[in-house]
């Protein structure tokens, strides 16, 4: 069973990383939309390969992952937007965990944004 | 939706968003009746929201006019057998002691009821989203119960290391799997 002393143990690697982790800062922040129009379209899925792709790409320290409300474009759930700074937002659409692993791969690691997952492709 | 893992979840957001610091989610599953009840001391509605609560033309959100997650957990209820029921105070009438309780019950067994699906993958997306609400779930089954309580972890974890970090929900993530395999 997972044991309390685990967690402990997780508290005590943790607190050396903490002060590191703020003076660094979010340079990048991944937001899922999450109300009935998401949920109901896959956004669970997509949250979670984004949450556990993003600590096992070992990104975890500049890419934020969040959640949000309903964004207003429910017909193209699940809405993933990428702020990063100095750069303009990124909205991706109709996504699922596959393309949200691309997505880590290609634009949170290598820094190019999938434009056929866009909503500019989308709505051509 | 084809899971009732994403109805507890979608109508658990309800909490979140009214600003609940303490949320207590309870599925009781046995002997094919499903009870899922959820508290919480958020900003609780007047009146006349909780009459239109079940309306899907209202909803007090900006960003679009229909609102359509308890409609839909009262449609799944309502045709299983069921039902839903909701009691709330509102903030703006009792600013010292106010909150939602929401009661949904299901016959399980019925067959317009739909598979549990991943509740783990629910309880973690909540808590990932909203590292400072205190969630308690407690899920009974036949076969036993788990139970987390974000309360207690925290209190081991101390300030500073928030429940959405990676590691903990890592630990958050195993712990659910062992106990959920232990009541199979």
Redesign the interface.
């Given at each position: 069973m997972k044991s309390i002393e685990e967690l402990m143990a997780i508290k005590e690697k943790m607190q050396n990383k903490v002060s590191l982790r703020n003076s660094a800062g979010d340079d990048v922040r991944v937001v899922v939309g999450m109300a009935t129009c998401g949920i109901a379209a896959g956004a669970r899925p997509v949250l979670n390969a984004f949450v556990e792709g993003v600590s096992e790409a070992g990104l975890s320290d500049r890419v934020m992952v969040t959640q949000t409300g309903c964004i207003g474009i429910c017909q193209y759930e699940p809405v993933v937007e990428i702020y990063e700074k100095d750069k303009e937002k990124v909205t991706y659409v109709k996504m699922n965990a596959e393309k949200a692993k691309e997505v880590i791969e290609r634009h949170l690691k290598g820094g190019e944004p999938i434009s056929e997952y866009t909503i500019g492709a989308a709505t051509k | 939706?084809e899971e009732f893992s994403?109805y507890v979840?979608?109508i658990v957001?309800n909490s979140v968003?009214a600003g609940a610091e303490n949320i207590d989610v309870s599925l009781d599953d046995r002997g094919g009746l499903l009870t899922f009840k959820v508290t919480d001391d958020g900003c609780g509605m007047t009146e006349e929201q909780l009459e239109r609560l079940s309306d899907p033309f209202f909803t007090t959100?900006k960003?679009?006019g229909v609102?359509?997650?308890v409609p839909?957990l009262k449609m799944l209820a309502e045709q299983t057998g069921g039902d839903v029921k909701v009691s709330s105070v509102a903030a703006s009438e009792s600013p010292e002691s106010h909150g939602t309780t929401l009661v949904a019950t299901f016959h399980s067994n019925h067959i317009d009821f739909i598979p549990m699906g991943?509740i783990k993958?629910?309880f973690?997306?909540l808590i990932?989203?909203?590292p400072d609400v205190n969630f308690t779930f407690v899920h009974e089954t036949d076969g036993g119960e788990v139970r987390l309580s974000c309360a207690e972890?925290k209190s081991?974890?101390?300030d500073?290391?928030p429940l959405s970090?990676?590691?903990?929900?890592?630990?958050i993530r195993?712990?659910l799997a062992?106990?959920y395999e232990e009541i199979k």
């Open positions: - | 939706m994403l979840l979608d957001m968003r959100r960003t679009r609102g359509l997650g839909f991943d993958g629910t973690v997306t990932q989203g909203n972890l081991v974890l101390g500073g290391i970090s990676p590691e903990v929900l890592a630990w195993g712990y062992e106990a």
